[in-house]
């Protein structure tokens, strides 16, 4: 695109504002739940590691990361990595988190489909991501079958995140059903576990309508150019 298309802003705008409501929704509420310490004090890397051991993945490390917001779990290398806060914090932050973490180890762990979908198709999304609208914007100078194999391409995007819903929601009703059986979170604690988990979770949802709006986009410019 040479010039600024303002429709683009039309098919953006809810998922933009909805992903900056989100961000900073996660922002404050992981920082005042990093302040409210558990009753059974334990650290995120307690709390990750004796979840895997009662599950018997002792095989899955629980590793460090430096990164902010890096934690993840990475289904490749079996390993668990926590951010600082979540590794070494006795928060109510820090448990849902690395129980959330823990939660995707336990699906890999189950060949729960959505997860094993999503990644096996990570590497056709990161190609098909910048590859994809690369093909249309040529596409619309050369020819339209070109164009349309673009938006099938960046259609992958869309997948992923959609797929990227049930995992997640799935590893949130994990972690808070481990926490509460194993006896890690007591009482009202589960109140903050949720309030945690739903605003990260929001994250992704606005991840999803944003890839929606994109592709809505690209579809609805292609449709009208056809009409020329
Ligand atoms: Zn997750």
Same mark, same amino acid.
């Given at each position: ?14 998922? $933009? ?6 961000? +900073? ?26 979840? #895997? ?18 934690? @993840?779990?990475?289904? &490749? ?22 129980? @959330? ?5 336990? &699906?890999?762990?189950?060949? %729960? ?9 990570? =590497? ?9 609208? !690369? ?29 990227? !819903? =049930?995992?997640?929601?799935?590893? +949130?009703?994990?972690?808070? &059903? #481990? ?17 945690? $988990?739903?605003?990260?979770? $929001? ?13 809505? %986009? ?11």
């Amino acid at each position: 695109m040479f010039f600024f298309d303002p429709l683009y802003l039309l098919f953006a705008a809810p998922g $933009l504002l909805l992903a900056f409501w989100a961000q +900073s929704r996660v922002k404050v509420v992981f920082a005042e739940y990093s302040e409210v310490g558990l009753t059974r004090r334990q650290t995120g890397a307690q709390i990750a590691r004796n979840i #895997l051991q009662r599950s018997g993945l002792n095989h899955v490390n629980v590793e460090r990361t430096d990164s902010f917001l890096g934690d @993840h779990y990475d289904p &490749q290398s079996k390993v668990l990595r926590l951010s600082p806060k979540i590794y070494d914090g006795y928060s109510i932050t820090a448990a849902g988190v690395a129980a @959330h973490e823990a939660g995707h180890a336990l &699906q890999d762990q189950h060949n %729960y489909a959505p997860l094993q979908l999503r990644t096996n198709i990570v =590497p056709a999304v990161q190609v098909g991501g910048w590859v994809g609208p !690369l093909m249309l914007m040529a596409g619309l100078f050369i020819s339209p079958v070109l164009a349309w194999v673009g938006v099938l391409l960046f259609g992958l995007t869309v997948i992923f995140s959609l797929v990227t !819903l =049930p995992v997640e929601f799935d590893a +949130s009703k994990r972690a808070r &059903q #481990l926490l509460s059986t194993e006896g890690i979170i007591v009482g009202n604690e589960m109140d903050g576990v949720n309030k945690v $988990l739903n605003a990260a979770a $929001l994250t992704y949802v606005a991840a999803a309508i944003q890839a929606i709006g994109q592709l809505a %986009y690209y579809v609805f410019m292609l449709m009208g150019n056809s009409d020329d």
